[in-house]
């Protein structure tokens, strides 16, 4: 058996929710936020059978797009004079991040 622990954008989490449901994919869902955009993101964690894997990255990659987004940077013109203005920096936040972790056991009590 295995964990995945899939980061998905706050925008697919209900189609992929959906995308569970149809598929008979156990799974839950939690809110996050990203360490660096430090805006929220939803990470699922479905416990599966290793034959169902493959099935489950496939429901998630078909679920999930990457989107472009811009965060505004600071700069410093001059440190002394303390003037500062800021840029946009363009980030590609990926369709999903997911880590598929070894189960030890399991239990359903
Ligand atoms: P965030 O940490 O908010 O990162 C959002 C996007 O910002 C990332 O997209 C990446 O394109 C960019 N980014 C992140 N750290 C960066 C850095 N130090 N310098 C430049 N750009 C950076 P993704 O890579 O698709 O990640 C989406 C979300 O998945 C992340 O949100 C985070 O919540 C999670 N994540 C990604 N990699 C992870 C990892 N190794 N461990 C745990 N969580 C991870």
């Known amino acids: ?51 169902r894997v493959e099935e489950v990255l496939e429901v998630i990659k078909a679920s999930c797009q ?10 410093h013109l001059d440190m002394n004079l303390e003037v500062s203005n800021t840029y946009p920096l363009k980030v590609e936040v990926g369709g999903a991040i997911v880590f598929v972790l070894p189960i030890e056991s399991f239990f359903h009590f």
């Open 1 to 51: 058996m295995k964990l995945l622990v899939a980061i998905v954008q706050d925008q697919d989490q209900q189609g992929l929710g959906k995308a569970f449901l149809e598929n008979d994919v156990r799974a839950t869902k939690l809110s996050s936020t990203g360490g660096f955009l430090r805006s929220g993101n939803t990470t699922f964690l479905v416990g599966v059978e290793d034959e």
């Open 66 to 75: 990457s989107r472009e987004q811009y965060i505004s940077t600071p700069i």
